[in-house]
């Protein structure tokens, strides 16, 4: 079997792959904000209260619904609905996405199975327009389905990075990658918060959005797929039977394995905590604004894309900050402004938009930095040939596939009835993640796993 690697790229060709690349962060983001973090969340919740108590909460009116859903025979707040079936989404992933990964470390077509999986999702994520009146099952299953395509393809996508960046260029190109994503989900939000502005009929202004989000991603996904070209896999051990089979035996087979990379597992399980507070918090933040502090859904989506568009700077800052300092420590320093954040969240009080709105700018200068370092840094802790395999791994804990962080929110709402507890109660996860990463030592994970070292560790 012929091995190519980014050695055979000339200069000119992968800059125009590595252009291609970022376009699907463009392509998925819409989707990952104008759905996942800022419409979709509290309107389901907003059908599953219609559906529980015949009309959704009403601050204004002082009505809060507090009758339970019953599903499967169990009880289930209306307002923890989301953080459920995103739990239950991890779950799943946690079987399927590593799977996922094995299959695309086989594949000889990388970007066309990106591409299945991306168009599959974004069909899901148009189909949300139909989730109206008390119809929460249906947005129950749409959005789990959407979620787990959406994992499949950036387990695809991310190990697409290893082939073609180079060690010294993957914080650059993770970051710029980053970058292109909050102006994508940017504009389309601002197009969006337009449309809830000027229509009188706010549910279908939030229906329309939602299908212009699953278009989005369909169409923008083209370009990667066609722009960056398949090769051969590098796979060091080959699996017997066919090719589901040998999947799974290539998975296993990467389970054990991972023992001999104790900095890379050490590093695994450290992202796990701090990634799923960080996702948790995107998914919260906009019932955390509506249902909790009072805030209309226009005023949380502005929130919003504040977010998006300092999150262009922060990622670029955060990569070239990195280059100076090295991704793992940029990380740390990150992960302690998340902390006060989610502190002085928890300490915001109701109708105080301007402190909101504080807090919006300060995610939006750590968020995309603090992933798309983590996505380059992680990159250089797995063994070639199994970037897809080792990437499911980490999709696991990837944007909206977390689920300690959304259990834990999802339970303290539904013991307390109030937003603000269940936002305290993600410090932990936090502090968990720091803890972990404290741990890491870079030098030594890059080179049990047969990488060469970049200029700046």
Not at 5 to 32: C, M, T
Not at 241 to 253: D, E, K, M, P, T
Not at 350 to 374: C, K, M, R
Request: neutral net charge; glycine residues 10%.
């Amino acid at each position: 079997m012929s091995v190519e690697g980014i050695a055979d790229l000339g200069p000119v060709r992968r800059a125009r792959e590595q252009k291609a690349w970022y376009w699907y962060d463009w392509a998925n983001s819409a989707f990952v904000t104008t759905t996942a973090a800022v419409l979709f969340s509290p309107y389901l919740t907003s059908v599953a209260e219609k559906a529980a108590c015949g009309r959704a909460t009403d601050e204004d009116a002082g009505y809060k619904c507090t009758t339970d859903l019953h599903v499967l025979g169990l009880s289930v707040s209306a307002g923890s609905l989301v953080f459920y079936i995103v739990t239950l989404s991890t779950i799943l992933s946690a079987f399927i996405l590593p799977v996922v990964g094995a299959v695309a470390d086989r594949s000889s077509s990388k970007p066309r199975l990106l591409g299945g999986f991306a168009w599959a999702g974004s069909v899901m994520a148009m189909l949300m327009f139909l989730v109206a009146g008390s119809a929460w099952q249906l947005g129950a299953v749409l959005l789990l389905l959407a979620t787990l395509f959406l994992g499949a393809s950036l387990v695809v996508y991310d190990s697409l990075l290893v082939d073609i960046a180079e060690p010294d260029d993957r914080d650059r190109v993770s970051s710029r990658g980053w970058a292109l994503g909050y102006l994508g989900g940017g504009l389309l939000l601002a197009v969006n918060f337009v449309l809830l502005s000027v229509m009188s009929d706010t549910e279908m202004a939030v229906r329309i959005s939602l299908l212009s989000a699953g278009v989005w991603w369909a169409v923008f996904t083209i370009i990667p797929v066609r722009g960056i070209r398949s090769r051969p896999p590098v796979a060091p051990d080959v699996e017997p039977g066919g090719l589901l089979q040998a999947s799974f035996g290539q998975l296993w087979h990467t389970l054990r394995d991972l023992r001999r990379y104790p900095v890379t597992l050490t590093f695994l399980v450290a992202y796990l905590f701090y990634n799923d507070g960080i996702q948790t918090v995107i998914y919260a933040a906009s019932v955390y604004g509506e249902k909790e502090l009072g805030f209309e859904k226009s005023s949380v989506l502005l929130a919003f894309l504040v977010v998006q568009f300092v999150g262009i700077g922060g990622a670029l800052l955060f990569g070239r900050v990195a280059r100076r300092r090295g991704a793992y420590h940029v990380i740390r320093v990150g992960l302690f402004i998340w902390l006060g954040v989610v502190v002085a969240g928890w300490l915001t009080p109701d109708e105080n938009f301007a402190l909101f709105l504080a807090l919006a700018v300060a995610i939006g200068v750590v968020l995309g930095g603090t992933q798309a370092l983590s996505r380059s840094f992680y990159s250089q802790l797995i063994p070639r040939g199994r970037e897809a395999e080792y990437f499911s791994l980490y999709q696991a804990c990837e944007r909206g596939t977390s689920w300690i962080g959304t259990l834990v929110f999802g339970l303290v709402h539904q013991w307390t009835d109030s937003y603000r507890p269940a936002l305290l109660a993600l410090v932990l996860l936090f502090v968990v993640g720091i803890a972990f990463l404290l741990r890491v030592d870079p030098r030594r994970g890059i080179e049990e796993a047969g990488n060469p070292l970049p200029r700046v560790v």
